[in-house]
């Protein structure tokens, strides 16, 4: 069965430092990866996925993540971390049998100024 | 292009009632899916609907159901509402193609709020 674990329910960070916010997947087949956040009393912003090809992938606000095929994981990164960056950061996973995406329970990362 | 748009925002209703939420998804996206998110249950699926069908359903009581319009407008309705029920309700759309690649796009959430 697909899951998607994000281990981590807090994540600290001092402000210009750099930021990673992990997810671990289990697929059974190819993993189509994505990476969500939340700021309070929002919806849920887009801001990157991984499909095929470069195992890093750019996406909005400055972040990136890092696809680890033998790992099993698609961490999410940023070199310089702003204090806006606050926000809760969702992974979900689909593979190759379900269209349905699955869920981490998300990660609170706190940036101190 | 508008983005996913979600009436009311905010709701207080009581036990017993039931509530319809609404919908509008981005132009030309065809899919509309719909998600329960609580603090300790964290984001679960209700259901998507594709072209005016419940295309999947997730592990919720009959008392949720949905439905999709013409114009890809979706609606949520429950009823006799649970405290349990008190929420953030995210609608999400997409083009819906059923490629894996699709993105889905949210919306601001209506925040139920059951007494």
């Known amino acids: 069965a697909q899951s998607v674990a994000q281990p981590e329910d807090q994540v600290n960070v001092a402000e210009g430092n750099p930021l990673t916010v992990k997810c671990t997947y289990s697929?059974?087949?190819?993993?189509?990866l994505f990476w969500y956040v939340q700021y309070p009393n929002r919806g849920l912003q887009f801001l990157l996925k991984?499909?095929?090809?470069d195992n890093l992938v750019k996406g909005s606000y400055g972040f990136e993540a890092e696809f680890n095929k033998s790992q099993t994981s698609f961490h999410l990164k940023k070199p310089s971390a702003l204090v806006s960056d606050s926000a809760l950061y969702f992974c979900?996973?689909?593979?190759?049998?379900?269209?349905?995406?699955?869920w981490g329970a998300g990660t609170k990362l706190i940036i101190k100024p | 292009k508008a983005g996913v748009t979600q009436t009311p925002r905010y709701l207080i209703k009581t036990r017993g009632q039931q509530v319809t939420l609404s919908c509008s998804p981005i132009?030309?996206?065809?899919?509309v899916s719909w998600y329960q998110q609580t603090p300790g249950q964290g984001l679960q699926f209700l259901f998507e609907?594709?072209?005016?069908?419940?295309?999947n359903k997730g592990n919720f009581p009959g008392r949720f159901s949905g439905r999709q319009f013409s114009n890809s407008r979706s609606e949520m309705n429950v009823s006799t509402l649970e405290l349990g029920d008190s929420a953030l309700y995210l609608c999400?759309?997409?083009?819906?193609?059923?490629?894996?690649?699709?993105?889905?796009?949210f919306g601001p959430g209506t925040r139920l709020t059951v007494l």
């Open positions: 999400a759309s997409s083009q819906g193609t059923g490629q894996l690649s699709d993105t889905q796009y």
């Open positions: 132009s030309g996206h065809r899919s």
């Open positions: 609907y594709f072209s005016e069908t419940q295309r």
């Open positions: 697929v059974s087949g190819n993993p189509y």
């Open positions: 991984y499909i095929t090809g």
């Open positions: 979900a996973v689909r593979d190759g049998s379900n269209y349905q995406l699955i």
